[in-house]
């Protein structure tokens, strides 16, 4: 995610976010939803589409909300010696920011696990 890029004659690192790199943030935990969606409807065909969908959506995004909740407290209670110029604001921002896209995933998981969910109650 950390880009070299050449600025002014000198090299520096970017942070900025790409294409590809968004769509491995939000596709590989939503295709391991899927494929947990599969496993639960092929072992546990008697669970509702709710449940299925619920349990193989919900633990990457959960996980990832209970990290950004903590940071953003942690940053937030920080004292303003040890955040700098702007350290704390920063780490707050981007929780903020990685909460928001693990909603993307859980949206694209759910989404996921619904049509593998109802591909393995038809077989």
């Known amino acids: 995610m950390l880009k070299q890029v050449q600025?002014?004659?000198?090299?520096?690192?970017?942070?900025k976010m790409q294409l590809s790199d968004f769509l491995l943030?939000?596709?590989?935990?939503a295709i391991i939803a899927a494929i947990l969606a599969g496993i639960i409807g092929?072992?546990?065909?008697?669970w509702g589409l709710r449940a299925t969908v619920a349990t193989a959506a919900l633990p990457f995004p959960a996980l990832i909300?209970?990290?950004?909740?903590?940071?953003?407290?942690?940053a937030s209670n920080a004292p303003a010696e040890k955040c700098g110029v702007d350290a704390c604001g920063m780490a707050m921002?981007?929780?903020?920011i990685?909460?928001?896209y693990s909603v993307i995933t859980f949206a694209l998981g759910a989404f996921l696990a619904t049509i593998v969910k109802l591909w393995v109650?038809?077989?």
């Open 7 to 15: 600025h002014d004659g000198q090299l520096v690192q970017s942070t």
């Open 25 to 29: 943030i939000v596709t590989v935990p």
């Open 42 to 46: 092929w072992f546990r065909p008697a």
């Open 93 to 96: 921002a981007f929780s903020m």
């Open 65 to 74: 909300w209970t990290l950004c909740l903590f940071i953003y407290i942690r």
């Open 121 to 123: 109650s038809r077989r």
């Open 98 to 100: 990685i909460a928001g």
